[in-house]
């Protein structure tokens, strides 16, 4: 039995037989074939290479368009590498001489090219040794397929053991045979950990080598509650997660009694729960949830795996089959919050000239450079308000200054007019708010807050520019602290000013849904929280079990905290009581 320690990204337990999905940097899966596989084997690298080619042409084109020839002609040295006969020819004599699978002779023949070029003297030919493994790269991902179609190969029920996963191809394991996920890359607030809620997987991430210390149909388990990797459990510890996983579903089953009730502490003070929301992991048990509101509507995906930005009509249809959801509720649409780790396939330039996209051009910047694509989102959001009762908020994802505040009530001003000359008026008028998640924006938040007609407070970001940390780096990720004293004082800070204004605040980060967080947030004075579909119950069961004395006295004690450990302690404290 070997155990890996990572972290908590969903909940849950799941148990079965691992599959290791084949990464893009030349993971060689099956080293030799069979002499009668050698055909269909070459059959499959000339399939692979004319994938690429067609690959290659379509970044060309759209390098041509935004940038010009010059960043173009890259694509088509890329081209004339990968249709050398030095790399084509070398590759299927490996498949035919040496009966090496695709996968194999690829990566032998790209590491002997790659050293050829790097015994050169000359710099140009060295520095070709990146664009022949940027080409490898393309061409061993076709040559295995799509993630998709490596999923749709498990025959059954199996637990998926990645360097990394894209959030797309997280929605894709829904539709397999995938119960759980184990990543060696990736933190608590990734959008993979976010899907992964959504969709009810299990999910551990963070875990460094799981990939590399873990075999093809090794049995495990994956502990979601606790952020473990168990390979290859002993009788009595897989005794005693199939008895946990047995209480947790029944624990589940229970939870759904509470959906009808209020969202009340036990001593009597009301809160507002609500729920972040996805379309593409939308469930029927999603719908079942009795909910106070949309707390954050992504829009990012509408802009994804797609060759142009999505037009007006397109935005329009998709936020009213959202909102039709949610009746006369809220509804809060956060414009799209692009680049980062959330770049669309369309060119544009600035994710080109980002050198360090978490603190680039993303969020309002973007929109703001490209004033175009805000007037189409704005437009379309409006157009939708005119058609239903629900109270629609458009929130700012990214702001640090007034100006850009005022710059995007222009820009919606004029979107309503341009509407209203139209025919077309919100049924309800329209709130604008800002997502406080930089620092500067939280300091200085009294001379924005007049602005502005309701704030949230996106912790993920938040944290991670308060204590200078990557949390989607390995490296530093276990630094990535919500119970950091700074995080405390400034969403405390934030709620103060807000509430000084009669402003409501709103947490939608992945604090809001730890169940052991939720007593200091309640207690520091938020209003509303929104968390994942897959945690509604479970946090709306924590807040009807707390009492908001005792949280506010907790939340008071952690401002005077100097510490993280004094603050974990206390948050350890308070869940013990509320257990006990």
């Not at 337990?13 to 050698?38: C, H, K, R, W």
């Not at 802009?303 to 959801?325: G, H, N, S, V, W």
């Not at 780096?473 to 807000?498: G, K």
Request: negative net charge; glycine residues 4%.
């Amino acid at each position: 039995m070997f155990v890996i320690t990572g972290i908590a990204a969903s909940p849950g337990i799941a148990i079965g037989p691992a599959v290791l999905l084949p990464t893009a940097d030349f993971a060689v899966s099956n080293q030799y074939i069979d002499v009668t596989e050698v055909k269909a084997e070459i059959v499959k690298f000339n399939q692979a290479v004319e994938k690429t080619l067609q690959d290659l042409d379509l970044c060309e084109q759209r390098l041509r368009d935004s940038l010009g020839a010059e960043y173009a002609n890259l694509m088509s040295m890329h081209k004339m590498i990968l249709q050398d006969p030095m790399l084509k020819d070398a590759a299927v004599r490996k498949i035919k001489n040496e009966h090496m699978s695709a996968q194999a002779a690829i990566f032998h023949t790209l590491q002997e090219l790659a050293n050829s070029f790097s015994q050169l003297e000359d710099n140009f030919f060295k520095e070709r040794r990146n664009d022949i493994f940027d080409v490898g790269k393309r061409l061993a991902g076709n040559l295995v397929g799509t993630k998709n179609a490596f999923l749709s190969s498990v025959k059954r029920p199996s637990v998926l053991i990645a360097h990394d996963l894209f959030p797309s191809d997280t929605i894709n394991l829904q539709e397999n045979q995938i119960i759980a996920f184990c990543t060696d890359l990736g933190g608590k607030t990734s959008h993979t950990a976010i899907l992964a809620q959504s969709l009810k997987l299990p999910a551990v991430v963070g875990l460094s080598h799981a990939l590399r210390q873990t075999k093809d149909g090794d049995w495990v388990i994956v502990d979601g509650e606790n952020g473990l990797l168990i390979i290859n459990p002993d009788k009595h510890t897989l005794s005693l997660y199939k008895k946990t996983q047995r209480e947790l579903k029944k624990a589940e089953s229970l939870l759904q009694t509470i959906n009808p009730l209020p969202t009340i502490t036990a001593d009597g003070k009301n809160f507002k729960l609500m729920v972040n929301f996805d379309p593409r992991t939308y469930t029927k048990d999603n719908k079942k949830l009795i909910t106070d509101g949309l707390g954050l509507l992504r829009t990012e995906f509408l802009y994804m795996d797609i060759p142009q930005p999505p037009t007006e009509m397109e935005q329009y249809r998709a936020y009213l089959t959202t909102a039709k959801m949610f009746d006369r509720r809220p509804v809060t649409i956060r414009l799209a919050d692009l680049g980062a780790d959330k770049k669309p396939d369309f060119p544009l330039d600035e994710f080109d000239k980002d050198n360090n996209p978490f603190m680039g051009c993303r969020g309002i910047r973007l929109f703001l450079k490209n004033p175009e694509l805000m007037h189409t989102q704005l437009r379309a959001i409006v157009r939708m308000a005119s058609e239903v009762p629900a109270q629609v908020k458009i929130m700012i994802p990214m702001i640090s200054c007034v100006e850009e505040v005022r710059h995007v009530r222009k820009a919606l001003n004029q979107a309503l007019q341009e509407l209203a000359q139209e025919g077309k008026k919100p049924v309800n008028p329209i709130a604008l708010g800002g997502m406080i998640e930089v620092p500067s924006a939280a300091i200085a938040l009294d001379g924005m807050i007049n602005e502005l007609d309701f704030l949230s407070i996106g912790t993920n970001d938040l944290i991670q520019y308060l204590i200078a940390v990557d949390r989607v780096n390995p490296e530093v990720a276990h630094m990535y602290d919500p119970c950091h004293p700074a995080v405390m004082r400034t969403i405390h800070q934030i709620i103060q000013t807000a509430h000084q204004r009669g402003k409501e605040v709103s947490i939608c980060g992945e604090i809001a849904s730890d169940a052991k967080m939720v007593p200091l947030l309640l207690g520091l004075g938020t209003d509303i929280l929104s968390v994942p579909p897959r945690m509604y119950l479970r946090i709306k069961n924590r807040i009807r079990n707390l009492k908001f004395e005792t949280c506010s006295d907790a939340a008071q004690a952690t401002l005077l905290a100097s510490s993280s450990e004094e603050i974990r302690h206390l948050v350890e404290e308070l869940n013990q009581d509320e257990d006990s």
